[in-house]
């Protein structure tokens, strides 16, 4: 083998040493520092990349994804001397590398101290109360401040939640008791709301009661009245047929006697009989007008009459 070819595979090999560890691939949500000869040069995104031997080198790979840091419980006073503990999450996203390379020593740290003093000073202006019912505000009011403070570091701080607030047992003990107070207070209140509910419907059911018995005794009473008089009228009508029937029953025996052409005494004898159905069996005394004490024969057709009368 000639020497020359010796030489040329030594060498493409010494710079495959040299030129392939150099050669670098930037991952998804990160980006490479890259300093020269110590100073900063550049920043790598996402992709292939080859630097300079010796002079280059990747100072930080930083990570660009969504971050999250929970702090420990910090201690913190309210503005009207409460002690209690609060612990915080926060969430951050590095927006500038190099920025976040040099512009604190050690960010995490740097955050954690200056969500520490933050709160204190948010908690600070809040009594205990409003600490316990304000989250959103503290919250708010966190994020607010510290993007301001951590925005020259290279960092976006997307949200700040508290995760935990403890107050001292004693608060706590008198916090339990005044919850349980609040919830006999408002079960009372159900109570008394139901009972006052119930007793308006029984009102109202027994004034519908009440206004439906009236209504069935009123069409009662008019049916019962429709009806007697209904019966009356019918009554009136029977009497009034009768009367007529009466009536033309008199006027034809009358037509009839008048065409017989009946003498007095037969006319007399008829009165009598008249007489004799008026008293109907349950008179004692037949009283005969004196102008029928000459008829001839009276005696005995009474007697005849008194005697079929009796059979």
Known sequence: MPIQFIVIIILIVIALIIILPNIRV???????VIERLGAYLTTWDVGLHIK???????ARNVNLKEQVVDFPPQPVITKDNVTMQIDTVIFFQITDPRMFCYGVENPIIAIENLTATTLRNVIGDLELDETLTSRETINSKM?????????????KINRVELKNIIPPEAIRVAMEKQMKAERERREQVTIAEGQKRSAILIAEGQKESAILNAEAEKQSQILRAEAKKEAQIREAEG??????????????GIRLIKEAAADEAVLTLKSLEAFAKASDGKAT?????SNLQGVAGLTTTIGELLKDRKE
Do not use: M
């Not at 009497?239 to 034809?252: F, L, M, Y």
């Open 143 to 155: 994020r607010s401040s510290l993007d301001v403070a951590t925005d020259p570091w290279g960092i």
């Open 285 to 289: 005394k037949i009283i005969i007008p």
């Open 52 to 58: 300079v031997p010796i002079f280059d080198k990747v």
């Open 26 to 32: 930037v991952p998804q949500a990160h980006a490479f």
């Open 239 to 252: 009497e009034a047929q009768a009367t007529v029937t009466v009536q033309k029953a008199n006027a034809e």
